[in-house]
């Protein structure tokens, strides 16, 4: 057993403790942690899209490149900070309309082409020279995909072959569901499993 005697470990050590103290009940050193690890992250991602945000997207380009375009953006996110002010705030409206929809304008087509028609190449598949698990898989990725869509098709009542049909889609559903459910709850168990090991390893040395 070797105790680190690094003073940021030391810091970090202590704080992850004070977290899971509040697996015991919520207390002081918890609310501590809770309000430290708020603060410096709000200063942190200030301080960093303050950086690539207005130093390198707005003063560099317009005062070092002669981009004077952009001062029409930097007038605009500056009238954000009207909305902090009641008398003011109608005049934010006017940025945020604009935010709105230049970036639907940006993102519908990018969405389209990635979440749908991309999505939807890929339950599409040929046999031929397919072998037979690969046939097997796209034929249930093809029959997840088209019984999930006629299940939300809600222009014809659910009955007969269609509710049978809408049930299946439901079951995929479900599967669907269970999975990501299954996946985040891996992922929380394996940040845990890091926490261990940085307090028994590089904290307290138990582990080698």
Known sequence: MAVTGDVGIWVAGILTLAIFS????????YKFAEHLLVGVSAGYYLVQYFFSAAYKKLWVPVFHQGHYIL?????LGALMFTRLFRKTEWISRYPVAFYIAAWAGYVIPSYIQVRILQQAQATMFNPRGMGLGEIISASVL?????????????????KGA??????????FLMIGFGATFGYNVMGRISLLIGRFQFLFT???????
Do not use: C
């Open 22 to 29: 509040f697996l015991y009940k919520d207390n002081p050193f």
């Open 71 to 75: 001062i029409i953006g930097g007038i």
């Open 142 to 158: 093809f029959a997840g995909v088209a019984t999930t869509l006629i299940y939300f098709y809600f222009s014809a009542e659910h």
């Open 162 to 171: 269609l509710k049978t049909i809408s049930r299946i889609g439901i079951t």
């Open 202 to 208: 590089d904290w307290l040395g138990i582990v080698h």
